[in-house]
């Protein structure tokens, strides 16, 4: 099948070529494209998903990217091919395209170019060669409840993290990594502050794509152990000055939040909340601030 692709793409390429070199569109666009085989499946269970959708989008404005947008459909199998741009531009001329997985059913999934690479982490995984193994979550979207005591008042640190890589002495069952806490299907997640008022939460892609994408913590819930939801408050970050809570009211607020990666890929983030009032929100960040 995939043979019979490629050939087909390669008189594709071929014609293209041969209508720019006499249409003169290489002078237009400065891009170099070649084709990408992909294959989208369900992340806990394997199964192939033929009609998701893949779309490079290069960008809203062409003027600006001087590069149409792409979208391919999945087969039966859940394969595709996309044809992928490198700028031949200078350094800086042009961004690289976001990916865009999406399917019927499931949780779309977005991944950001990365300048100078064809296929970004986030696509290419683990993968060492094509077909490039994209995996989708079925819906609905998972949900992240963290519950305190009745009369919890102060700091609180919610840590997240990938789980720890298999070893020979705790070997690993392929697509282990891929279920949330074992349990496939599973959405619904809560947990609770340790005696240090520290939350460790274990992300596998489920929680790390909702909780550990710009303004992920929007997805973490509070309440007490009556069962009473606690506003949250957000402020801290001007575009979401509206989820300004009113000062005297106890509540959950983000004072702080520490994303770290490493070669372009997630490692972990820290999250320090105050469970508290404005004025207790503003001496825990005044107690952050000053030196030791």
């Known amino acids: 099948m995939f043979k019979t692709l490629w050939l087909t793409i390669l008189l594709t390429c071929l014609m293209c070529a041969a209508v720019c070199t006499q249409g003169g569109c290489a002078a237009h666009h400065a891009w170099s494209d070649r ?3 992909v294959r989208v499946i369900d992340a806990e269970t394997g199964r192939p998903l033929g009609g ?9 404005d062409p003027s600006k990217s001087a590069h149409p947008n792409i979208t391919r459909n999945t ?4 394969d595709a091919f996309v044809f992928t ?21 499931y949780i779309g999934y977005w991944i950001d170019g990365q300048p100078g690479r064809r296929v970004p982490d986030g696509v290419r995984g683990d993968s060492a060669d094509e077909p490039y193994l994209i995996r989708l979550y079925s819906q609905p979207a998972p949900s992240v409840t963290i519950v305190v005591g ?8 919610v840590h997240l993290a990938p789980p720890l890589p298999a070893s020979p002495a705790a070997p690993a069952t392929p697509g282990d990594e891929w279920i949330q806490d074992g349990v496939a299907g599973r959405r619904e997640f809560i947990f609770s502050p340790d005696a240090d008022r520290h939350v460790e939460i274990v992300a596998a892609p489920l929680l790390a794509r909702e909780l550990c994408r710009p303004l992920g913590f929007c997805a973490i819930h509070f309440r007490n152990r009556e069962g009473r939801e606690l506003l949250s408050d957000w402020a801290v970050y001007p575009a979401l000055a509206s989820s300004r809570a009113a000062p005297e009211v106890v ?29 207790d929100a503003r001496a825990a960040a005044q107690r952050k601030t000053e030196p030791p």
């Open 35 to 37: 084709p990408v085989a």
């Open 52 to 60: 998701a959708s893949i779309t490079l989008h290069y960008g809203s």
């Open 75 to 78: 087969d039966p199998n859940g």
């Open 85 to 105: 741009g490198a700028s031949t531009a200078s350094a800086g001329a042009t961004s690289p395209p976001e990916w865009r997985i999406q399917a019927p059913g």
């Open 150 to 157: 009745d009369r919890f008042r102060g700091p609180l640190t």
């Open 251 to 279: 509540c959950a607020r983000l004072i702080y939040r520490d994303p770290k990666s490493e070669n372009g890929r997630w490692r972990e983030t820290f999250d320090l909340y105050v469970i508290g009032t404005a004025a």
